[in-house]
């Protein structure tokens, strides 16, 4: 089955996803981070694309730091920034030269581990979600009827209700979060068959 054109570790765009205004409301930024990031341990990734499109990874931050962290890196994610929708289980390394030796490194410009962006390397799987964007003005009229696709998409069983509706400023996200089927009062961890059956579900939704 084809996969979403982005990479097998998916990310969405944090400063659309936090209302289009990184700088809008701190607590409700990182309140919607955590509710995604809720597992007991793992790092949430962070990026951020420059002036000519390039892509810098930002960081690694553990998930019972991210309130303090991102609030000491919250000027890198005014525009174009990114954070992964699953929880990666640890970070990795990379090798630099200096006065002529190499040597391995594991924290970036940015003071932070560096991200490990391979699909083993996944531990909980947060959420599916849907990224509408509208090219243009978006009205609150065009909201009112998008909400009203969404509530006939849903009665009709195209959809399930999603857990978060998100208004981004150029349209809107729809976040479904998941837990463990067995015991909801844990995050649902990144097993083999599992992890399959995300890729094709999230597959299926972005059509």
Not at 186 to 195: T, V
Request: with cysteine; net charge neutral; charged share 25%.
């Amino acid at each position: 089955m084809a996969m979403p054109a982005v990479c097998e570790i998916e990310d969405v765009n944090f400063s659309e996803l936090t209302g289009g205004n990184a700088r809008r409301s701190e607590d409700t930024r990182f309140s919607l981070i955590q509710l995604i990031h809720n597992g007991p341990d793992g790092y949430a990734t962070f990026h951020r694309k420059g002036p000519l499109g390039n892509w810098h990874d930002i960081g690694a931050i553990p998930v019972d730091r991210l309130r303090s962290t991102l609030k000491r890196i919250d000027h890198h994610l005014e525009s174009d920034s990114y954070f992964s929708i699953n929880t990666m289980y640890r970070t990795t390394w990379e090798l630099e030269q200096i006065a002529g030796r190499w040597r391995k490194r594991k924290r970036n410009s940015y003071n932070l581990p560096i991200p490990f962006r391979r699909i083993e390397g996944v531990r909980w799987l947060n959420a599916f979600f849907v990224d509408i964007d509208r090219h243009g003005d978006v009205s609150p009229e065009w909201y009112d009827n998008l909400l009203g696709e969404i509530e006939v998409a849903q009665q009709n069983r195209v959809i399930p209700p999603p857990s978060i509706l998100v208004r981004s400023g150029r349209g809107m996200w729809m976040l479904w979060l998941l837990r463990d089927a067995d015991d909801p009062s844990k995050p649902q961890s990144a097993r083999q068959g599992e992890l399959r059956r995300w890729q094709t579900i999230q597959a299926a939704l972005l059509g």
